[in-house]
């Protein structure tokens, strides 16, 4: 376990942020560190696969005859790690407190991938063969859209034959409760950019007599969704397949303590979503319109009396099942067209999209994870869905054919994409021996 933690810290240490073009070379020294761990797990014919975009890393174990094929997706990017005033320890140092290891990539992904390549090294160095065969692929875009494994997985699928994936990269319902992801939410990422003219104008002088570049981009965003959570863009739900009357009866069941959850997770002052549904329908199974962001006009300290000549707003659309990437692509854009004042330039610049993606519980391979994971953590593994996306998933299954296993090792308090980002210990070296004996029952299939 020291190795593991070693090997993680180390990984930790590289500030993979994908998005920040000036970071191009910290991404590839991850990649390329990435490569190292999957050497040294005794994987085979490893590469980096150079294209548009940060590399991928391929390596394969293909020994076992007559065995499922697993292939182990994850990602060695990570997001930005600003604010940097809020975290208590420097992000890319890993600092360990306790059990839990705080650093950027600790729970996504870094600390959750490390879990795949561990369990294969735990054959391997021990001189076993495994008892199935694997695939690796790693990417390094996961956190900025993913062109370069989405098009290699269309160019390259009949390379990548195999009988389902295997992801780290969920949580836990709670501590201690093996979980399995079954299904995530899609989604449309936009940028809302807003021009009035060439240059900022003073307030006093112009104003009443020009528009404002940020006043008119609010005015857009808030004709989206209503103050009461409603959807305002006509159609914008109308696709949505509501979940299973089985599947909330399940969720029902779930430990859960609201309060808590609003006071120690969440963090927030209350809980406000749309009305007529349930927080776990409206977290897991229901669309969203999000505001990420917004630039523009004067911020510092002190006063500046600008008329600001343009604005842009970072945000987002998470897509329930049902729901079709294109069309509420064009809603949007439709709706900021038709919302624009006079006087403006609008454009909405789509910066990724995503369908939702929904597993059979009943799977066999997602069946037999259930089960290693109940064997390890001595309770029955529960099944839920996740509010969030991997696009990647649904590749798999449009491009592959293939169904993914989404594994819960990381907790809802790990902080994902946010300040003091961590990774509960235990986990990671529970989730090894989880996924090592997830190996030996598909071997013995």
Same mark, same amino acid.
């Given at each position: 376990?020291?190795?593991?933690?070693?090997?993680?810290?180390? +990984?930790?240490?590289?500030?993979?942020?994908?998005?920040?073009?000036?970071?191009?070379?910290?991404?590839?020294? %991850?990649?390329?560190?990435?490569?190292?761990?999957?050497?040294?797990?005794?994987? *085979?014919?490893?590469?980096?696969?150079?294209?548009?975009?940060?590399?991928?890393?391929?390596?394969?174990?293909?020994?076992?005859?007559?065995?499922?094929?697993?292939?182990?997706?994850?990602?060695?990017?990570?997001?930005?790690? *600003?604010?940097? *005033?809020? +975290?208590?320890?420097?992000?890319?140092?890993?600092?360990?407190?306790?059990?839990?290891?705080?650093?950027?990539?600790?729970?996504?992904?870094?600390?959750?991938?490390?879990?795949?390549?561990?369990?294969?090294?735990?054959?391997?160095?021990?001189?076993?063969?495994?008892?199935?065969?694997?695939?690796?692929?790693?990417?390094? $875009?996961?956190?900025?859209?993913?062109?370069?494994?989405?098009?290699? @997985?269309?160019?390259?699928?009949?390379?990548?034959?195999?009988?389902? !994936?295997?992801?780290?990269?969920?949580?836990?319902?709670?501590?201690?409760?093996?979980?399995?992801?079954?299904?995530?939410?899609?989604?449309?990422?936009?940028? @809302?950019?807003?021009?009035?003219?060439?240059?900022?104008?003073?307030?006093?002088?112009?104003?009443?007599?020009?528009?404002?570049?940020?006043?008119?981009? !609010?005015?857009?965003?808030?004709?989206?969704?209503?103050?009461?959570?409603?959807?305002?863009?006509?159609?914008?739900?109308?696709?949505?397949?509501?979940?299973?009357?089985?599947?909330?009866?399940?969720?029902?069941? @779930?430990?859960?303590?609201? $309060?808590?959850?609003?006071? $120690?997770?969440?963090?927030?002052?209350?809980?406000?979503?749309?009305?007529?549904?349930?927080?776990?329908?409206?977290? +897991?199974?229901?669309?969203?319109?999000?505001?990420?962001?917004?630039?523009?006009?004067?911020?510092?300290?002190?006063?500046?009396?600008?008329?600001?000549?343009?604005?842009?707003?970072?945000?987002?659309?998470?897509? %329930?099942?049902?729901?079709?990437?294109?069309?509420?692509?064009?809603?949007?854009?439709?709706?900021?067209? !038709?919302?624009?004042?006079?006087?403006?330039?609008?454009?909405?610049?789509?910066?990724?999209?995503?369908?939702?993606?929904?597993?059979?519980?009943?799977?066999?391979?997602?069946?037999?994870? !259930?089960?290693?994971?109940?064997?390890?953590?001595?309770?029955?593994?529960?099944?839920?869905?996740?509010?969030?996306?991997?696009?990647?998933?649904?590749?798999?299954?449009?491009?592959?054919?293939?169904?993914?296993?989404?594994?819960?090792?990381? @907790?809802?308090?790990?902080?994902?994409?946010?300040?003091?980002?961590?990774?509960?210990?235990?986990?990671?070296?529970?989730?090894?021996?989880?996924?090592?004996?997830?190996? *030996?029952?598909?071997? $013995?299939?």
């Amino acid at each position: 376990m020291e190795e593991v933690l070693n090997d993680l810290k180390q +990984w930790l240490c590289i500030p993979s942020v994908s998005s920040n073009p000036e970071a191009a070379g910290e991404v590839r020294r %991850a990649a390329e560190f990435t490569r190292h761990l999957f050497e040294k797990a005794g994987l *085979e014919s490893v590469r980096l696969i150079e294209g548009e975009g940060h590399p991928l890393i391929y390596g394969e174990w293909l020994h076992a005859p007559g065995k499922p094929t697993l292939l182990c997706y994850g990602h060695y990017d990570v997001q930005p790690a *600003e604010p940097l *005033e809020l +975290w208590r320890t420097p992000p890319f140092e890993p600092t360990q407190l306790g059990d839990n290891l705080y650093a950027r990539g600790a729970a996504d992904d870094k600390g959750l991938a490390i879990i795949l390549i561990r369990a294969v090294q735990q054959f391997l160095r021990a001189g076993k063969p495994l008892p199935i065969n694997v695939r690796f692929l790693f990417e390094g $875009e996961e956190e900025s859209g993913g062109d370069h494994v989405s098009d290699y @997985l269309r160019e390259h699928a009949s390379e990548l034959h195999c009988d389902a !994936a295997l992801i780290c990269d969920t949580e836990m319902f709670a501590p201690e409760l093996p979980t399995i992801c079954v299904g995530l939410r899609g989604i449309v990422y936009a940028e @809302l950019h807003v021009t009035t003219g060439e240059v900022d104008l003073h307030s006093g002088v112009y104003g009443g007599g020009v528009p404002n570049a940020i006043e008119a981009a !609010a005015r857009i965003i808030s004709s989206l969704k209503g103050k009461d959570g409603n959807f305002l863009i006509p159609g914008f739900d109308d696709d949505v397949i509501p979940p299973t009357a089985e599947e909330e009866e399940s969720w029902s069941a @779930l430990p859960f303590d609201m $309060e808590a959850y609003r006071q $120690e997770e969440a963090k927030v002052i209350s809980l406000h979503g749309e009305p007529g549904f349930g927080l776990f329908q409206q977290l +897991w199974a229901r669309p969203t319109i999000e505001i990420h962001g917004i630039g523009g006009g004067f911020t510092g300290e002190g006063s500046k009396t600008v008329i600001p000549c343009s604005a842009v707003v970072k945000l987002s659309c998470r897509l %329930a099942p049902g729901q079709d990437p294109d069309r509420i692509a064009k809603l949007l854009s439709d709706t900021v067209a !038709a919302q624009a004042l006079e006087g403006t330039k609008t454009s909405l610049k789509i910066l990724g999209k995503a369908a939702a993606s929904v597993v059979d519980p009943a799977n066999p391979f997602v069946r037999e994870a !259930a089960e290693a994971m109940a064997e390890v953590f001595g309770q029955k593994t529960v099944f839920t869905r996740s509010g969030g996306s991997i696009p990647i998933v649904g590749l798999f299954k449009d491009v592959l054919g293939v169904p993914s296993v989404m594994t819960g090792f990381g @907790l809802p308090d790990d902080n994902l994409h946010a300040p003091n980002e961590k990774v509960y210990l235990p986990n990671v070296y529970r989730g090894i021996e989880a996924i090592a004996r997830y190996f *030996e029952r598909l071997g $013995e299939k």
